[in-house]
């Protein structure tokens, strides 16, 4: 049986109405573009999205090993969860910005709420990584990296500096591919790229160690232009995963079932030319962003204030929470939070998550308070 269990890692960004959406989009905090409804479904789902964000990477303190094959079945539901962050971040492209579409403000407003946080927050941990990291070095182990200026660039480039940072050099090439995305919206023709790239992407997978942005970036275009092409086309689609939602968990389940019994456990991260089974974990989460919305969607007069909150903090979540979590296997080789030896669980996990959650969160409400709105270019919120 193929373990599929890899260094998993995900995230994203994201704004409408003075609240910012962390998925990989909008990060500049832009006003409610005229004539758009706030969407409370989008926001409960983006407060969701960042829980599974966190999860992903508490599993290994909250002593959960993945053997048995309901383990498998869990942990399959669990991982790759940026697919709900892309997804979300391609829906809001289009309901936020396509009607008052400026590409060169937009980028500028990417670089400083998104980028200038992810280095500045790395840099500790690069200069660590080249002075007193483990040996072999990361840049060593994966690269054969030895010149320090190089592996610096190597850690900017990659994001391998930090569990889950991996996500904002591909999140960059994904901004500066907007104008080609308003195109496809402009020729209606957003399906026939997302559909043949959905297929491309579960026989490429995700890169080893989540290393090349540009694998990366292929794995997960087809996830945003269907978040967009779900925008556009809302009227239509929403009455539709209203009715076949149901059926569309029960598909989900299945996939992540078969994962488990044939494959193994979580994404399978690969070099991209290499032949391997397909990923299911794509077109499973697909299935699950679906059966999400539409729940969601038939709760939409309601504010859930906790998921609000979760949503609008969610960016500094990102980037505070591998400040948490990766001490944790990097430098104390993963220690067991309740002395489990092994044997937690999905209970486990998620009260693992909720810890980390509500730290970072706190730490995010002091940078908040400290720094006020310079505090975007530290954390991004």
């Given at each position: 049986m193929i373990?599929?269990?890899?260094?998993?890692?995900?995230?994203?960004?994201?704004?409408?109405?003075?609240?910012?959406?962390?998925?990989?989009?909008?990060?500049?905090?832009?006003?409610?573009?005229?004539?758009?409804k706030f969407l409370n479904s989008i926001n409960h789902f983006r407060g969701i999205a960042i829980i599974f964000i966190v999860m992903a990477h508490c599993y290994r303190p909250a002593g959960w090993q993945i053997e048995t094959l309901a383990d498998k079945f869990w942990f399959n539901l669990m991982m790759n969860g940026t697919v709900f962050f892309v997804f979300i971040s391609g829906f809001l492209f289009h309901?936020?910005?396509?009607?008052?579409?400026?590409?060169?403000?937009?980028?500028?407003?990417?670089?400083?709420?998104?980028?200038?946080?992810?280095?500045?927050?790395?840099?500790?941990w690069i200069v660590w990584h080249l002075l007193a990291g483990p040996d072999p070095s990361l840049h060593m182990l994966h690269a054969n990296i030895t010149d320090n200026s190089t592996a610096a660039t190597w850690y900017v480039l990659t994001g391998r500096a930090l569990t889950a940072y991996w996500y904002i050099p591909m999140g960059m090439m994904l901004f500066a591919l907007s104008p080609w995305v308003m195109t496809l919206i402009n020729k209606k023709s957003i399906l026939?790229?997302?559909?043949?790239?959905?297929?491309?992407?579960?026989?490429?997978?995700?890169?080893?160690?989540?290393?090349?942005?540009?694998?990366?970036?292929?794995?997960?275009?087809?996830?945003?232009?269907?978040?967009?092409?779900?925008?556009?086309?809302?009227?239509?689609?929403?009455?539709?995963?209203?009715?076949?939602?149901?059926?569309?968990?029960?598909?989900?389940?299945?996939?992540?079932?078969?994962?488990?019994?044939?494959?193994?456990?979580?994404?399978?991260?690969?070099p991209a030319f290499e032949f391997t089974?397909?990923?299911?974990?794509?077109?499973?989460?697909?299935?699950?962003?679906?059966?999400?919305?539409?729940?969601?969607?038939?709760?939409?007069?309601?504010?859930?204030?906790?998921?609000?909150?979760?949503?609008?903090?969610?960016?500094?979540?990102?980037?505070?929470?591998?400040?948490?979590?990766?001490?944790?296997?990097?430098?104390?080789?993963?220690?067991?939070?309740?002395?489990?030896?092994?044997?937690?669980?999905?209970?486990?996990?998620?009260?693992?998550?909720?810890?980390?959650?509500a730290v970072s969160y706190v730490i995010a409400l002091l940078f908040k308070k400290v720094l006020k709105q310079r505090s975007r270019y530290v954390i991004g919120w």
């Amino acid at each position: 049986m193929i373990n599929l269990i890899a260094d998993v890692d995900t995230s994203s960004a994201h704004t409408v109405k003075g609240q910012q959406f962390m998925t990989s989009d909008v990060v500049s905090q832009p006003p409610k573009p005229a004539g758009k409804k706030f969407l409370n479904s989008i926001n409960h789902f983006r407060g969701i999205a960042i829980i599974f964000i966190v999860m992903a990477h508490c599993y290994r303190p909250a002593g959960w090993q993945i053997e048995t094959l309901a383990d498998k079945f869990w942990f399959n539901l669990m991982m790759n969860g940026t697919v709900f962050f892309v997804f979300i971040s391609g829906f809001l492209f289009h309901h936020v910005f396509y009607n008052r579409w400026d590409y060169e403000k937009y980028m500028k407003n990417k670089t400083k709420y998104v980028f200038i946080p992810y280095f500045l927050l790395s840099l500790p941990w690069i200069v660590w990584h080249l002075l007193a990291g483990p040996d072999p070095s990361l840049h060593m182990l994966h690269a054969n990296i030895t010149d320090n200026s190089t592996a610096a660039t190597w850690y900017v480039l990659t994001g391998r500096a930090l569990t889950a940072y991996w996500y904002i050099p591909m999140g960059m090439m994904l901004f500066a591919l907007s104008p080609w995305v308003m195109t496809l919206i402009n020729k209606k023709s957003i399906l026939q790229f997302a559909i043949p790239l959905v297929i491309l992407a579960m026989l490429m997978h995700r890169p080893i160690s989540n290393l090349n942005a540009i694998q990366s970036l292929i794995y997960f275009i087809p996830v945003y232009l269907i978040g967009v092409w779900t925008s556009v086309a809302r009227d239509k689609i929403f009455p539709f995963i209203d009715k076949y939602w149901l059926v569309m968990l029960v598909g989900a389940i299945a996939m992540a079932i078969g994962q488990a019994y044939f494959y193994g456990a979580g994404v399978l991260n690969k070099p991209a030319f290499e032949f391997t089974v397909p990923d299911l974990m794509l077109p499973q989460k697909l299935l699950l962003t679906f059966v999400l919305l539409a729940v969601l969607n038939k709760f939409e007069h309601i504010s859930i204030s906790f998921l609000q909150k979760l949503a609008e903090v969610s960016f500094a979540i990102y980037f505070i929470h591998p400040w948490i979590t990766t001490p944790w296997w990097m430098i104390y080789d993963s220690p067991d939070v309740f002395s489990m030896k092994g044997e937690g669980n999905i209970v486990t996990t998620l009260l693992v998550t909720s810890g980390v959650i509500a730290v970072s969160y706190v730490i995010a409400l002091l940078f908040k308070k400290v720094l006020k709105q310079r505090s975007r270019y530290v954390i991004g919120w």
